[in-house]
């Protein structure tokens, strides 16, 4: 529902309209009372003349909203009206006193009936405008049919705006810290991971905010709660790789560093790259099962990746030479880089040829370069991890319980049954992280907070999140009861 000055307009034109068609109703009664001698001529005119001024100035009141608000057609349907009372009244008889009803007069035959075709006219018109007005106040507080045109007409501003990933959210979270760390975070994960772990900070900022009530209240004196909390938060950020940004991290046994799936470490590869990651990447897939075609192919991949590597690195030289302009007298000819890194200032200067990048924008272009190949990266693992013999999660809490399961030494037909329940968990917490996103993203597109709680709407996401959480502890106890066993 959406109140706007043509809302308010209506509603109160429904309101005064209403007072009118009594006004009118009143007005035909008397007459009426008149033509049948039942009332004295005076003492009608006494009562009708004092309601004529407050009927024309709610009237114009009306149509001073209509014509502030934007609504012409409204105020065109009334113009005539008003031109009417203003004639009318300035052909009034002669009186010494506001009104229209001469007392003289009021009883001669012509004039009667004149004032009873009035009052009829003008109930019919008010009657009329009663249903119009309450039409128009539905029509504006009532959002657009999503099937007309102005519903489905691209908006601009909606682009330009309004954040289209987790990436440009600023404040996502209740808690002052957990946004604090999105903001680092932003800068350092790839896409996939900062999804996950923007679902991950969204359930714990409602954990935080839930024990804020409960300390209020003085109910968690012995602080086991608090360190509850914090041990989980901490345990999230190493799973990201972010515990650099807390001041007390050195206990080991608050850290939950997970081992990566097929780390490669009882295999020596070749150097084939010259990035040392991709060298460890590529050592993975090469035990990963894949076919002598799929490797091929892989190796296409990582070598497009090691070419977007190379011109990182050439930019990277290229700034921190300082202004390229100092080059501009060189006798030598331009290296391919330096053509590389023109091409790429031109694109970034709408196309504009000849205008070069300051210094500031070639450093924001690097941090595109950058952010590009954290991406590429994180491709290229995901692609890695489809191979037959490679563990097949992507999800850092699965990759955890099936590291303490391979620990655990259950039977081959039991670990089998729990990998197929792993995998339809991780697809139950990816499809979870997927409706964050979603949720997220459509509350900043409307100005809103995202706030499980108070959000009637996102209930169905509150649902998916207590089935994942207890397939998560249900899968947990069972590995874990195994494992202490041994």
């Not at 959406?2 to 009594?22: G, H, K, P, T």
């Not at 065109?76 to 001469?102: E, K």
């Amino acid at each position: 529902m959406a109140f706007s000055l043509a809302a308010f307009s209506y509603i109160v034109a429904l309101s005064i309209d209403a007072f009118l068609i009594f006004f009118v109703i009143f007005h035909v009664i008397a007459f009426d009372e008149l033509q049948s001698g039942q009332k004295n001529p005076i003492d009608q005119c006494n009562s009708l003349n004092p309601l004529v001024i407050p009927e024309y100035v709610l009237h114009i009141l009306i149509n001073f909203l209509f014509l502030i608000s934007g609504q012409w057609f409204s105020l065109c349907f009334n113009i005539p009206l008003i031109a009417y009372h203003v004639w009318r009244y300035s052909n009034r008889p002669v009186m010494t006193g506001p009104g229209l009803y001469d007392p003289t007069s009021i009883l001669n035959a012509h004039d009667l009936a004149m004032y009873q075709r009035e009052g009829w006219v003008k109930l019919t018109f008010y009657l009329l405008s009663f249903f119009y007005y309450l039409y128009g106040m539905i029509s504006s507080l009532i959002p657009l049919n999503k099937y007309s045109a102005e519903a489905n007409n691209p908006k601009v501003e909606d682009i330009l705006e309004y954040p289209i990933s987790l990436r440009e959210l600023d404040k996502p979270f209740r808690m002052s810290k957990l946004n604090i760390l999105w903001v680092k975070a932003r800068n350092r994960l790839t896409d996939p991971k900062l999804q996950s772990l923007f679902s991950d900070l969204k359930i714990h900022d409602k954990e935080e905010l839930a024990f804020k009530h409960y300390k209020s209240e003085e109910k968690d004196s012995d602080g086991l709660e608090e360190a509850r909390l914090r041990k989980k938060l901490i345990g999230i950020m190493s799973t990201y790789d972010l515990l650099e940004h807390f001041t007390d991290t050195e206990d080991p046994m608050l850290l939950k560093r997970y081992k990566a799936l097929n780390d490669g470490s009882n295999y020596v590869a070749k150097d084939v790259f010259k990035d040392s990651k991709l060298n460890k990447l590529w050592a993975k897939a090469e035990l990963a099962g894949f076919t002598y075609e799929e490797l091929n192919t892989l190796k296409e991949e990582f070598q497009h990746h090691q070419e977007k590597v190379d011109e990182y690195m050439s930019l990277l030289k290229d700034i921190e030479a300082g202004d390229s302009e100092v080059h501009e007298n060189s006798l030598f000819e331009k290296p391919d880089s330096w053509n590389v890194l023109e091409e790429e200032e031109q694109l970034s200067n709408n196309n504009l040829p000849g205008k070069k990048l300051d210094y500031l924008g070639k450093a924001n272009l690097l941090r595109e370069k950058h952010l590009e190949l954290r991406n590429g990266y994180d491709r290229l693992d995901r692609l890695t991890a489809k191979g037959p013999n490679h563990k097949e999660f992507i999800e850092p809490k699965v990759q955890g319980l099936w590291r303490i399961a391979l620990e655990a030494k259950f039977p081959p037909n039991e670990l089998a049954s729990l990998k197929e329940e792993l995998l339809h968990y991780e697809s139950r917490l990816l499809k979870l992280r997927h409706l964050h996103t979603e949720a997220a993203l459509e509350a900043a597109r409307k100005g809103k907070s995202y706030d499980l709680d108070n959000s009637t709407s996102q209930q169905h996401i509150k649902k998916h999140a207590r089935t994942v959480q207890k397939l998560h502890m249900d899968l947990e106890a069972k590995i874990m009861q195994k494992h202490t066993e041994l």
